[in-house]
Nanobody
Framework: QVQLVESGGGLVQAGGSLRLSCAGA????????MGWFRQAPGKEREFVAA????????YYEDSVKGRFTISRDNAKNTVSLQMNSLKPEDTAVYYC?????????????????????WGQGTQVTVSS
């Protein structure tokens, strides 16, 4: 059974940084592409970043390019999202997601329907 557990959320001032982590257990982590999404109150869940099974391919939503970095450590079964220069509009619940795939990530990785498994989310609040 695929389980995903996010951590690292919290309250930070605008311009600050946070590092989110998503840990997998009970499955072969390196078989899966991973994504990060976020959902603000009253809004739909939106794509943030994705990484392929090896870490050799990444894809970002335009508004986070240059500020966020997705990475993974298959030996530790974790995927991380380093978030720098945070803005109040980054405030949301952040979710990690997984799908068994050996493909590079691209536009399809931005679609919530591509993913089969989701974590419970971690809250990120950026104060102005």
């Amino acid at each position: 059974q695929v389980q995903l557990v996010e951590s690292g959320g919290g309250l930070v001032q605008a311009g600050g940084s946070l590092r989110l982590s998503c840990a997998g257990a009970g499955w072969i982590f390196s078989r899966y592409a991973m994504g990060w999404f976020r959902q603000a109150p009253g809004k739909e869940r939106e794509f943030v970043a994705a990484i392929n099974w090896s870490g050799g391919s990444t894809y970002y939503e335009d508004s986070v390019k240059g500020r966020f970095t997705i990475s993974r450590d298959n030996a530790k079964n974790t995927v991380s999202l380093q978030m720098n220069s945070l803005k109040p509009e980054d405030t949301a619940v952040y979710y990690c997601a997984a799908v068994e795939s050996r493909r590079d990530v691209g536009v399809s990785a931005a679609n919530t329907g591509w993913y089969d498994y989701w974590g419970q989310g971690t809250q990120v609040t950026v104060s102005s």
